[in-house]
């Protein structure tokens, strides 16, 4: 069974570096997203993004956060300049063919642990 | 976005039917309901999707009642490795809002 892969499994950084978080979406799929889980808190919404562009994007997405399909088959979040509050779960997931186009399944990958030191 | 409310908390026994409801009195007419579990440090992974009246699958049932205003995730037979937090989720757009979930506990 296809499934969404993410790396690494575990990031440490230090405060004020930059991080890329990396994921391998299903091929088939069009529709790619960011979430991110603070520790024993919900998922939270980062950003959705189809046709190589931003769908929608929630609050927390501020210009430190970017978002890239360098190619065919990865997506990217991008942190410039760690905060010790970006330490989380950050979770990829694809789906078939989005939210608008009526029902949609969400395929999440096993996350990033990022700790920000 | 349609807000959803669930329990906090739920506890079972092995072997025991378990219901779990969630309001969503703001849902939109194009909106479809979907339940996701969600083990810890693991990803968020699909139950089951409804749009109205009843949907099951191999592993729950998804009732949904004619006004559309809350589901009932229904697991038949727990057991337990079903401890996991459960979360209802309105679609719409692109933008999935996740809520507090239900922590559901299955005791031997």
């Known amino acids: 069974e296809p499934e969404v892969t993410q790396t690494p499994s575990h990031q440490v950084t230090q405060m004020g570096q930059e991080v890329i978080l990396r994921c391998v979406p299903i091929?088939?799929?069009?529709?790619f997203y960011w979430y991110r889980q603070i520790l024993g808190q919900k998922v939270e919404f980062l950003v959705s993004?189809?046709?190589?562009?931003?769908?929608?994007k929630s609050e927390i997405f501020d210009d430190q956060f970017s978002v890239e399909r360098p190619d065919g088959s990865n997506f990217t979040l991008k942190i410039r300049s760690t905060k010790l509050e970006d330490s989380a779960m950050y979770f990829c997931?694809?789906?078939?063919?989005?939210?608008?186009?009526?029902?949609?399944?969400?395929?999440f990958g096993p996350g990033t642990r990022l700790t920000v030191l | 976005l349609a807000k959803t409310t669930q329990p906090i908390s739920m506890d079972s026994y092995e072997g025991q039917e378990v219901n779990i409801t969630c309001s969503h009195n703001?849902?939109?007419?194009?909106?479809?309901i979907t339940w996701y579990q969600q083990f810890p440090s693991q990803g968020p992974r699909f139950i089951i999707q409804?749009?109205?009246t009843k949907v099951t699958n191999e592993v729950a049932s998804l009732f949904i009642p004619a006004d559309r205003k809350s589901s009932t995730l229904s697991l038949p037979r727990v057991s337990l490795s079903d401890t996991a937090v459960y979360y209802c989720?309105?679609?719409?757009?692109?933008?999935?809002?996740f809520g507090a979930g239900t922590r559901l506990f299955v005791k031997a």
């Open positions: 997931a694809s789906s078939p063919q989005g939210l608008a186009g009526g029902p949609d399944t969400q395929y």
């Open positions: 703001n849902i939109a007419t194009n909106d479809y």
């Open positions: 993004f189809y046709n190589n562009e931003i769908s929608e």
């Open positions: 989720l309105v679609s719409g757009g692109f933008k999935t809002i």
């Open positions: 091929s088939n799929h069009l529709y």
């Open positions: 409804g749009y109205k």
